[in-house]
């Protein structure tokens, strides 16, 4: 089975790229290699922990382009340049228009810090936390033309416990998305995702 290349997009520390491109390098994402990250903050850590693993990196400046288009426009020009298979966006914090959506379309995972379609959008965990759920947790999903709102991947619970902070539930869901999103990667990677409407079959 041909290696696919995954390349990612990120705004912020990159602590899910980061455990994603671990397990890629060290083979333990065995039909996959690194492609290339892009994200849309120039002092993202990301970029430095891409560098770290050898990987090519870009600021791609929303700010630099007329309009949303034309900057995904960029971003869809750099990932096609190294023949990107598969896009994670891993704490990427722009909504994708329909036009990088159809680029990739089912091509692209989402990791999302709760329980779809409970709490879409920013601050998931708190948004969590403050409506008193007992149980919340991650979510990775295809991206489609909406927020939140593509077909899910995989999920992981995690409970809400009476001394929690917003922090220590965010904590441990981090946890938790670390362990689905390389997991989703690899399914992807053995051609063992299969999207038919709403639902994605994870093939045996």
Known sequence: MKRKV??????????????????????????????????????????????????????????????????????????????????????????????????????????????LPAFPGVHAQKQAFDYGVKITGCTTHFIDEGVDSGPIILQRAVPVEPDDTVETLAERILKEEHVILPLSVELFCNDKLEVVGRKVIIKK
């Open 6 to 115: 995954v390349s990612f997009l990120a705004s912020g520390r990159g602590t899910n790229f980061q455990a994603v491109a671990r397990k890629i390098q060290s083979g333990n994402i065995a039909n996959a290699k690194l492609g290339i990250l892009i994200s849309d903050v120039e002092n993202a850590k990301a970029l430095e922990i891409a560098r770290e693993f050898g990987m090519k990196s870009f600021f791609v400046n929303p700010k630099a382009y007329p309009n949303r288009m034309e900057h995904e426009k960029e971003m869809v020009r750099l990932l096609k340049e190294v023949n990107t298979d598969l896009v994670v966006a891993a704490g990427y914090m722009r909504i994708l228009t329909p036009y990088f959506v159809n680029a990739f379309r089912n091509r692209i995972i989402n990791i999302h810090p709760a329980l």
